[in-house]
Structure formats: structure tokens, C-alpha cells
């Protein structure tokens, strides 16, 4: 859900005005680094712009005009990767109002401060409590890299599940503390936005934080968008009925999720050359061995698009449960209705139809279903 709500904030303003001309100006300077030229990426008013400042004496500027007071913009400078060669870039975030906004740059492009506007000062002080956070990533990021290539699975995984671990930190300790003391700072939306991670979004949490914003900010046009965006996470979360669907099996026959009524059913969304889905699929086995007796089936939903790929998997892996796909990817016909925006991810539903878990993965699995089933 995170880079739904993220994608959004950049569509969406703030603010509470319609879209009219809204001039601003960056006035940015460098300390202890050096940089020939800076780009920056906004909505205008009549759509998307990209513009670059060429470097003088260790500054830069940039006019325009907004789409709207208070539209969140991206500077960026890009660099060759010494190792790989790749290109990358450097990025740093601010909001765009109709005062002089001043950046400064000291030792890495990120590390920024803001003078100039209340809301850039405000979010500057957000950037500075993330900031050991993405320093950690950028360092598991690194060796689940290494370990890619030297195709150690295991390693891949590990590094993985810290980088999720590190998101759920930030997440709890800097955006949600963010939102529960600022409810109504400017840049409340951006820590509304980014909080909670792809993996574990707690619908209940995010209802509760944007629901203590003041009513100006939730009937805004970005809250009237993020009010939609829960009313999605909503058809998911835990409690409620499971959507139904149909789609074909692996012999071309049709199977709705809603056969499954009477039993407990794990949802399961995978695919074929995703990784960790097939790092997954051990346990998923493992538990269908020990509980399957007792009630518990699983449908396999594949965002594969290469049947045949789909199908060795199948084999590979051994899985004897039912397996489905309209061989359409992301555009997947179910993977759509869940939100599914990363893999592996799956939904627990009893024998009512109900969404009892969700996202179980290794232990928690188990787990779940010592708690349904016994031991």
C-alpha cells in the first residue's frame, strides 16, 4: 500500500485550493561537495515537469510554477556507481509554496536543510529522524546485492527480512510518532504516506492517524485521495468477507474462491520467478502436509505470464494444491482485487469466508495454524 499512497502524494496537494499559478523558487547551495548540475521533478498546472540548474559557484535556482500550494517535488542529482557503473541518483524531497525556499546540501546531496517555509522546515526535521534509518538500509541493501551475486538464496532472504525489519522501525518510531505528536503539521500527509511498509500496513492504524488530522486536511483534495486509498485497504483487512473470483486452472478449468467455503483456505499469490515465493514454498508444503487432513487447503493465485514457466515451477516445487492464473502479471485479475503490490503474499480465510490473517510467512504460518488446528 505504501507506494500506492506515496504515488498519490505526488499526484496530489495538500492544500485546500483549486489549481491555479502558484510561483515558487529554490534557492540551493553545497557544503563540503561539489555537483555540475541538479535536476528537480514537480507537477506543474499542466502536468508533469522536469527541470535541471546548472551549478555555479557551489549554487543553484529554480522557478516555476506549481499546480497547486504545497505539491511535493523531487530534487535530484545523478551519478555513475563506481563498482557497477550503474546510474543512480540522489534524491531530496520538499514541498513547494509560494515563499523562497532555501536548501542547503552539506557533505551528501540527501542530507538537507530548509529555511524559508514552515512546511520545509517542518519536513526537514522528519528527514533528519529518517535519516540513520536509510543509512542502515543503504547498508543491507549492499549485501543483499552481494549475496544476488553470488546466488546465495538464504543470504538474499536475510538481507531481505532486515531491510522489512528496518521499514517497520522506521515506520513505528519516526512516521507514527511523527503523526500521534504533529496531527496537524503540513507535513503530516507526506508521514501519513510513507507510513507503514509494502509488507505490513495495519488498516486500523492508518484509519486512527488520518481520522485525529484536523478536517481541513481530510477534506483537502490529497485527504479526499487517501480517504479512497483506505476505503481499499478496507475490503482487505482482517475481518472482512473475502472477495470473490474465477479464474482457470492449469487444465483451463474455471475455480472460484468461493468453492472453498467450508474450509480454511490460505491465498496464496506467487510466482514463478520471484525468489523469495519459491524460497516460501517449503513451509507452504510443510504445513499443507501436517494440516491439509484437518481442513486446511491452499489456491495458489500466479502473476506469472509464461505458462510454461508457470507450469515447471508447479513441478519443481512439487505443489499439489490447485494453482490458477490468467497468465497477465501485476494486471492479474485477483492479485488486482487484493492490492497485491509485492510477492509472496497471502490471505488466511475460514470456512465463513472470512479474512482471518493475512501476509504469514515461515514461522508466523505455522503459528496460525497451531492456533486454528492444534499441534
Same mark, same amino acid.
Given at each position: 500500500?505504501?507506494?500506492?499512497?506515496?504515488?498519490?502524494?505526488?499526484t496530489?496537494?495538500? &492544500?485546500?485550493?483549486?489549481?491555479?499559478?502558484?510561483?515558487?523558487? #529554490?534557492?540551493?547551495?553545497?557544503?563540503?561537495?561539489?555537483?555540475?548540475?541538479v535536476?528537480?521533478?514537480y507537477?506543474?498546472?499542466?502536468?508533469?515537469?522536469w527541470?535541471?540548474?546548472?551549478?555555479?559557484?557551489?549554487?543553484?535556482?529554480?522557478?516555476?510554477?506549481a499546480?497547486?500550494?504545497?505539491?511535493?517535488?523531487?530534487?535530484?542529482?545523478?551519478?555513475?556507481?563506481?563498482?557497477?557503473?550503474?546510474?543512480?541518483?540522489?534524491?531530496?524531497?520538499?514541498?513547494?509554496?509560494?515563499?523562497?525556499?532555501?536548501?542547503?546540501?552539506?557533505?551528501?546531496?540527501?542530507?538537507?536543510?530548509?529555511?524559508?517555509?514552515?512546511?520545509?522546515?517542518?519536513?526537514?526535521?522528519?528527514?533528519?529522524?529518517?535519516?540513520?534509518?536509510?543509512?542502515?538500509?543503504?547498508?543491507?541493501e549492499?549485501?543483499?546485492?552481494?549475496?544476488?551475486?553470488?546466488?546465495?538464496?538464504?543470504?538474499?532472504?536475510?538481507?531481505?527480512?532486515?531491510?522489512?525489519?528496518?521499514?517497520?522501525?522506521?515506520?513505528e518510531?519516526?512516521?507514527?510518532?511523527?503523526?500521534?505528536?504533529?496531527?496537524?503539521?503540513?507535513?503530516?500527509?507526506?508521514?501519513?504516506?510513507?507510513? &507503514?511498509?509494502?509488507?505490513s500496513?495495519?488498516?486500523t492504524?492508518?484509519?486512527?492517524?488520518?481520522?485525529?488530522?484536523?478536517?481541513?486536511l481530510?477534506?483537502?483534495?490529497?485527504?479526499? &485521495?487517501?480517504?479512497?486509498?483506505?476505503?481499499?485497504?478496507a475490503?482487505?483487512?482482517?475481518g472482512?468477507?473475502a472477495?470473490?473470483?474465477?479464474?482457470?486452472?492449469?487444465?483451463?478449468?474455471? #475455480?472460484?474462491?468461493?468453492?472453498?467455503?467450508?474450509?480454511?483456505?490460505?491465498?496464496?499469490?506467487?510466482?514463478?520467478?520471484?525468489?523469495?515465493?519459491?524460497?516460501?514454498?517449503?513451509?507452504?508444503?510443510?504445513?499443507?502436509?501436517?494440516?491439509?487432513?484437518?481442513?486446511?487447503?491452499?489456491?495458489?493465485?500466479?502473476?506469472?505470464?509464461?505458462? &510454461?514457466?508457470?507450469?515447471?515451477?508447479i513441478?519443481?516445487?512439487h505443489?499439489?494444491?490447485?494453482?490458477?492464473?490468467?497468465?497477465?502479471?501485476?494486471?492479474?485479475?485477483?492479485?488486482?482485487?487484493?492490492?497485491?503490490q509485492? #510477492?509472496?503474499?497471502?490471505?488466511?480465510?475460514?470456512?465463513?469466508?472470512?479474512?482471518?490473517?493475512?501476509?504469514?510467512?515461515?514461522?508466523?504460518?505455522?503459528?496460525?495454524?497451531?492456533?486454528?488446528?492444534?499441534?
Amino acid at each position: 500500500m505504501k507506494s500506492t499512497l506515496w504515488g498519490l502524494f505526488l499526484t496530489l496537494s495538500v &492544500g485546500v485550493q483549486a489549481q491555479e499559478e502558484n510561483h515558487f523558487r #529554490i534557492i540551493g547551495s553545497f557544503n563540503n561537495m561539489d555537483e555540475a548540475l541538479v535536476y528537480l521533478s514537480y507537477k506543474g498546472i499542466d502536468g508533469p515537469v522536469w527541470d535541471s540548474s546548472e551549478v555555479k559557484d557551489r549554487g543553484y535556482v529554480f522557478e516555476g510554477n506549481a499546480a497547486a500550494p504545497g505539491t511535493v517535488a523531487r530534487l535530484f542529482v545523478l551519478y555513475k556507481d563506481a563498482e557497477t557503473g550503474e546510474a543512480k541518483s540522489k534524491e531530496a524531497d520538499l514541498f513547494l509554496d509560494t515563499y523562497t525556499i532555501y536548501v542547503n546540501h552539506t557533505d551528501s546531496f540527501s542530507n538537507t536543510s530548509f529555511s524559508g517555509s514552515e512546511i520545509n522546515v517542518e519536513f526537514g526535521k522528519l528527514r533528519k529522524a529518517v535519516a540513520p534509518f536509510d543509512a542502515r538500509l543503504d547498508s543491507v541493501e549492499r549485501l543483499f546485492k552481494d549475496a544476488a551475486k553470488r546466488e546465495d538464496v538464504k543470504g538474499m532472504v536475510a538481507a531481505h527480512q532486515l531491510i522489512l525489519d528496518i521499514e517497520v522501525a522506521k515506520s513505528e518510531q519516526v512516521y507514527a510518532r511523527y503523526l500521534v505528536e504533529n496531527p496537524t503539521s503540513p507535513a503530516a500527509f507526506y508521514a501519513l504516506s510513507h507510513y &507503514g511498509t509494502e509488507d505490513s500496513t495495519d488498516y486500523t492504524r492508518l484509519r486512527f492517524l488520518f481520522d485525529r488530522m484536523p478536517e481541513t486536511l481530510r477534506q483537502s483534495q490529497w485527504g479526499q &485521495g487517501f480517504g479512497q486509498s483506505l476505503a481499499s485497504a478496507a475490503r482487505i483487512a482482517i475481518g472482512n468477507s473475502a472477495m470473490d473470483f474465477v479464474l482457470n486452472d492449469t487444465s483451463g478449468r474455471p #475455480i472460484k474462491l468461493s468453492s472453498y467455503r467450508g474450509s480454511y483456505v490460505l491465498l496464496d499469490f506467487w510466482a514463478s520467478w520471484c525468489v523469495p515465493c519459491r524460497q516460501e514454498n517449503p513451509n507452504l508444503l510443510k504445513a499443507y502436509a501436517k494440516y491439509h487432513s484437518q481442513g486446511l487447503d491452499i489456491l495458489g493465485v500466479s502473476l506469472d505470464n509464461n505458462r &510454461g514457466k508457470w507450469l515447471d515451477a508447479i513441478r519443481e516445487d512439487h505443489l499439489p494444491w490447485k494453482q490458477v492464473s490468467d497468465l497477465s502479471r501485476q494486471k492479474n485479475q485477483a492479485a488486482l482485487r487484493y492490492e497485491v503490490q509485492f #510477492i509472496p503474499r497471502n490471505f488466511l480465510i475460514d470456512p465463513q469466508g472470512k479474512i482471518v490473517a493475512k501476509d504469514l510467512i515461515e514461522q508466523d504460518l505455522i503459528e496460525q495454524l497451531e492456533m486454528i488446528f492444534g499441534e
